[in-house]
């Protein structure tokens, strides 16, 4: 019976969409992160009895019968989450679609919206780094603090100007580079709140004059996601499981009683 096929497609379907309600719901405090969300397409279909109508007369519909559901995509939602004051001089947030774009030891780049940048100090030169060490690039690569730090002021243009222990004024060392997308669903998650360019997405575009929105100086952005639409998700995709297992269900007995038939 189709319907066995039919309906156990839908049972994944919406095993996969529980998981990514899930990994929603466990990010719901991680900074910069963005929501996803499942999308679904229905399966090939058999022609029982294909359309005939020719000269007003015939069958003018197809009869057919479909094969279930597939996950055709998860997306991300890159709408602006809230900005919640850290008061921290290192914490920045993009009141905007930017990125942020960060490399590891060996050149390679991320982008990300995590702002919680921490000071890494190298021959006792400041440096801005991620929590797992990847270093801020701004316009000249690497963003270099320099030494006898006292204070720091980030614009909202992103530049960053840094006062010694020794004097009164303000230098400026560097502006942190943002970056934008073509496609940025197309862009590939590694974890630790790291993009990854990919061909889907197209190359990182350098943001000017503010395309890509403004730098918050103190500030970070909190996920995107709203945990009572997560909720209220989880639950249909719930229900949704559960008449499609009802389904299984009376076709093993329709199964069960073509079999007793016989006797």
């Known amino acids: 019976m189709r319907a066995l096929w039919t309906a156990a497609s839908g049972m994944k379907s ?34 029982l009895i294909p359309a005939n109508f020719e000269d007003g007369e015939g069958k003018p519909v197809n009869l057919e019968v479909g094969h279930g559901v597939m996950t055709s995509a998860i997306t991300r939602d890159f709408s602006q989450g809230n900005l919640e004051r850290t008061d921290n001089p290192y914490d920045m947030a993009i009141d905007g679609q930017g990125f942020f774009e960060v490399q590891d030891g060996q050149g390679n780049s991320f982008y990300t919206k995590d702002g919680t940048f921490k000071v890494s100090v190298d021959d006792a030169s400041g440096r801005l780094v991620t929590s797992d060490g990847y270093f801020l690039q701004g316009d000249g690569g690497i963003i270099e603090l320099g030494e006898n730090v006292r204070d720091v002021e980030i614009s909202k243009a992103g530049l960053i100007r840094v006062q010694r222990l020794d004097s009164d004024e303000f230098e400026d060392v560097a502006t942190v580079n943002l970056y934008n997308f073509v496609n940025p669903s197309g862009l590939e998650s590694v974890g630790s ?29 909190r996920s995107n996601v709203q945990v009572v639409d997560e909720m209220i998700n989880m639950i249909t995709a719930q229900r949704a499981y559960e008449i499609n297992s009802k389904a299984i269900q009376t076709a093993d007995q329709m199964l069960e009683m073509a079999n007793n038939l016989k006797r």
């Open 193 to 221: 709140n790291l993009l990854k360019e990919t061909a889907a997405s197209g190359a990182a575009v350098l943001s000017e004059d503010g395309e890509s929105g403004n730098v918050r100086q103190g500030f970070v952005e």
């Open 14 to 47: 919406q095993q996969l969409n529980i998981d990514t309600i899930s990994n929603n719901l466990a990010n719901v405090n991680t900074v910069g992160y963005k929501k996803q969300r499942t999308e679904f397409k229905d399966l090939l279909y058999e022609k």
